[in-house]
């Protein structure tokens, strides 16, 4: 029977399957973080269970890290939240890269960059934005801390299996649009509603022609429209990413798995129970003026009219996002000056993307009253950025170069937004307060980050030939 | 886990959508390491307005929480659920959940039930009516009752099982023990191990 991606990477790891049941399903690799870990590990303790596979558990530290220095977290409950960590991984025996280690970094840029996550696998983690492995055909999804305790207990997770999507993106991304463009664009027409109940599987020409980096922005960001998880197959691209990493399987090794990963796309057969296109030729740079992910628009259009949405929900939603954003229907999203610009975060603090950034500012200045940080996704990110002299760039123009952590994409650790202070942010939420109480969030590309930066307004790097290098 | 069979009480009408769990529970609650105690965090930065529903007199003591479509979408965190457990929270109602939300409050005894939108209208109008409405929420039966009204909201029979027990997961998986041995038996040899 013909099958798609998921449906394959679900049927290989059924453990029991009963009728009237969820499936239980077996986890190959249960990433951990300081914040939703403490509970379940207090669980285990009262129960007196152990870690079933600390061999298949890895733990970092990203959400409470400072990004200013390596030694101090200044916050006594973030502390304690980071030393409760070291604790329980001591104690139950899972690895940890703490702060200050050569791979310490955000969970999801952490994983992949060391060949941790590979096709086929079945992937979980205390966080919503695991969907991001899934970029390389592996089943990934967020978890709560219930479900955390559950599979350090016993590797397995039941679940039901969700309805299957197909997001055929076809045609080519115009120059200067992104990855974070598509998938903006994508939330923004399909709702942040649109996806829930599906694991989703994004494919078609535009899709495929995307680098790894890319494909996990895209990935990434599926938790925001709803689904449960977003593939992409595994192919050349994915192969030549991961081969040669530390975990990455070698030798005989590598080409069996090789020759395993081949199988998994999806079969040319195989029925999706919803369908969904987009158009990539038509893109171009996407932001976001409200207070879900949902609320994006096109960089040349306008702050929209509240009014003009099609049901009392949309509308209601609009009216409260456009006053908290302090916006004014019908203003140019180019006209929007911002405070601070972040560039960083599981969506976009990769290397490909501090590249972009840097490009962008390369041989210009962050405009006068505009803070600018960056931050690696990992420690790994940094070294590599600096072997690139990327960090030159940055401070060059101005812009802070800080260590690697989840930083402003959350109000959890000291690199927030002052109440009232707008950001143009590379980061996947624009939520009321997500980036410190009330700021004002827009959601933009690695380029527009830079290019907003330059300028000081909502701008695209095509923007700048008329400012002009400084 | 807490069972649930029937519950009776108050609401409190939220007359918002995508209600987000950055909302329910802003980050800055999340820095700790216990499970219980976070009342105080439940839409904090909301509380501190005072037009907000929950500080309106009138609905101290509710137990049902009366949402917009997307509730809870967002961030995994659970302490959205165990905020509104702790505030005194046994049931929510809204067109549509975000999925993590979902599975996190059904693992915790928190009632997530889905009623389309002209329902959830109907409650709202009929709590700011009269604050004092009893709402019956029936798990055995799968019904809301209230005003004069029922409906039937759709719930997996496993997880109304588990509710209705008050069962705990864990427990439930570990009777499969020798499959998950088993299953370990014959995974592929090019599998990660990091330890």
Known sequence: MSRTLAQKVWDAHVVRRAEGEPDLLYIDLHLLHEVTSPQAFDGLRLAGRAVRRPDLTIATEDHNTPTDNLLTIADPVSRTQIETLRKNCAEFGVKLHPLGDPQQGVVHVMGPQQGLTQPGMTIVCGDSHTSTHGAFGSLAFGIGTSEVEHVLATQTLPQALPKQMAVTVTGELPPGVSAKDLILALITQEGTGGGRGYVVEYRGPAIEKLSMEGRMTVSNMSIEWGAKAGLIAPDETTFAWLKGRTFAPQGQAWDDAVAYWKTLPTDSGAVFDKEVFLDASALTPFVTWGTNPGQGASLDSVVPDPESFGTESERAAARRAVEYMDLTPGTALRDVNVDVVFVGSCTNGRLEDLRTAADVLRGRKVADGVRMLVVPGSAAVREQAEEEGLHEVFTAAGAEWRFAGCSMCLGMNPDTLQPGQRSASTSNRNFEGRQGKGGRTHLVSPAVAAATAVTGHLSAPADLDAVGAR | ?195
Not at chain 2, 1 to 16: C, W
Not at chain 2, 59 to 77: K, N, Q, W
């Open chain 2, 1 to 195: 886990m807490e069972k649930f069979t029937v519950h009776t009480g108050t609401a409190v009408p939220l007359r918002r959508s995508n209600v987000d769990t950055d909302q329910i529970i802003p980050a800055v609650y999340l820095k700790r390491v216990t499970r219980t105690g976070f009342e105080d965090g439940l839409f904090s930065a909301w509380r501190e307005d005072p037009s907000f529903v929950l500080n309106n007199p009138a609905y101290a003591g509710a137990s049902i929480l009366v949402a917009g479509p997307e509730f809870g979408t967002g961030s995994s965190r659970e302490h959205a659920v165990w905020a509104l457990n702790d505030y005194g929270f046994r049931v929510v109602v809204s067109p549509r959940y975000g999925d993590i939300f979902r599975g996190n409050s059904l693992k915790q005894g928190l009632l997530t039930v889905e009623l389309p939108q002209a329902a959830v209208e109907t409650l709202w109008d009929l709590v700011e009516a009269d604050p004092a409405t009893s709402i019956e929420v029936d798990l055995v039966a799968r019904e809301v009752r209230a005003g004069g009204h029922t409906w039937a909201f759709a719930l997996d029979d496993f997880s109304r099982w588990r509710l209705l027990e008050g069962l705990d997961d864990i427990g439930l998986t570990l009777r499969h023990a020798d499959a998950i041995t088993e299953f370990e038996s014959h995974r592929p040899a090019f599998g990660v191990l990091v330890g």
